[in-house]
């Protein structure tokens, strides 16, 4: 982790908050104040030896990490290609989200915050919030889209199990977006005592960043794992879904640097990109300023912001963050657009070939392998970022 | 100040009175699209000193259920910002009743302004005369770097916030930075959310007022009636009232009527 906290790239965050044009803190005044503490001391807490031990202890002994990286034989076979899985859908909770909100709920508790706040799509990161708070007994609040309440019902169950206030997001789309905005005002009106643990690589700076060096553990493993199976830390492709971008940011961290590397992601082109259902956010948008950032955004003409479909909740998302916007932009990055169906039929091929159901998200990231012409010698990393089984009602409707 | 700020109206306004001002917000297009100007009129009429019009957007967050609401009202209405300064086009003339002398504020989120283009904007506002601007998404630093010149060139002001956890420092920059004057967020919160004046928004009050800042003050957030605008300026040059405006012309309408009624129980 140490090697994490030096920035030493232009893939690195400005000291304004920048990834190229993108980034940056468009915040109200009244959120001034919060996000300007978190700012003048996230580095400093997070490089903390203290701080450091506690981290890695409960993601070893809590999280259980290192998750395995392991060689999908059967899957490789059908591709055409080596792919191995990085299986962030072992992590307590799972999904990669956990990563994150530890190393939050740790920074949380030194700045002496007694509330937590959160927003979530699929769920994955409001259970891995309220599973922080609970293990370190802080009051939790998550905002969560009415629609998506409905349609990822076991998790909100798991969070009111584990102690959460579970609240309607009721605006707009009420969706991801809109459990986002209520969040952000409730950070407003609570701005004293309250952290508010941000799931993705979005947001106002300094959050993008500090998302990113909590998930870099992804690559930061991924190498060493590579390395001890193949004889290089490097493989020809890093793919992973984006919505937001925090896995795919964890799993780029390490290689953004190495441009052996090619950054693949995978974005929801919902029912297609040109039928007005879709999240495939570099297809459709352009820049514009979103919860707090400035990156690429699906938006009408006139600036408003475009409501988002994708089958998955979880990268049902107008935005990306500011770091995969800049890596669009300079063409660090390939972003494939992939449909609801290219994504259905991937979690059923994967769990069929590997006995692994992947989480409808990460669904995108496997679909995406079908299209990169991939050749024989070619090795490929997927990040595997969760679990299908808060998917479950979604799939058996195909079964 | 520049030669154009001292012609705007605001700054005007502020040189001749400084006390008990009131600025009434209300979303253009709500609660039908056509309804600008009539509003804007009856504001007007009904002695406002500033009219402050909310150029909606898709995800305001720091406005509470009342004004979001009404924003996604305008929007489906139609509203965007070119439509709004049709509608704004000649009111500074007479051609359509009695002339808006009044100085107007829009108030709104940096997209929309962004994809209409900064300069773009400024360039209309000064061409159908609105005097100011507020934009909270969009920080003061970020503003002083890429677009203060372009603001200060078409003689538009862009009005900052304050809040009761703003540091002292930090104020005394805005301070600097602000021309016409500062908005002073009553409490953390969001636009209709806080009902009254608490013991802790007099002490902020009094702290605010100590400091002898150049600019003028107007409070807003939880002004909703005779009492708490009486209290905010008894602390400051006057008040904003938004939310509670909203609510009354869902229930009592646009008429010239029911916004004087408004405005006479705000002031006495």
Redesign the interface.
Known sequence: MQTTLEPQTSFEVSNKGFYGHFG???????L???VEELRQNYLNIIADPAFQAEFWQLLEEYVGRPTPLFLAKRLSAHIGATIYLKREDLCHTGAHKINNTIGQILVAQRLGKKRIVAETGAGQHGVATATVCALMGLECIVYMGSIDMERQKPNVDRMRMLGAKVVPAT??SQTL?DAT?EA??HW?????DTHYIIGSVVGPHPYPDMVARFQSVISEEVKKQLLAKTGSENPDYMVACVGGGSNAAGAFFHYLNEPTVRLVAAEAAGQGISTGHSAATTALGK??????SRTI?M?T?????TEPYSISAGLDYPGIGPLHAHLFESGRGDFYAITDDEALQAGFQLSKLEGIIPALETAHALAALEKMNLNANDVVVVCLSGRGDKDLSTYSKFL | MTQELTQNRITSLFAQKSERLLNVYFTAGYPSLNDTTTILRGLQAAGVDIVEIGMPYSDPVADGETIQQSNGVALDNGMSIKTLFAQLADCRNATHGEPITVPILLMGYINPVLQFGVENFCQKCQEVGVDGVILPDLPLDLFLEEYAPIFRQYGILNVHLITPQTTEERIRFIDAESDGFIYMVSSASITGSVKGVSDTMKTYFERIQAMNLRNPRLIGFGINNHETFDMASQFANGAIVGSAFIRHLSEKGTSPESIRAFVETIRS
């Open positions: 940056g803190a468009f915040i109200p005044e009244m001034y104040p919060n605006s707009g977006k905005n952000m005002r407003i009106n609570n701005p004293v820049p514009g300023v979103l919860h707090g955004l938006q003409e006139d600036g408003q912001v």
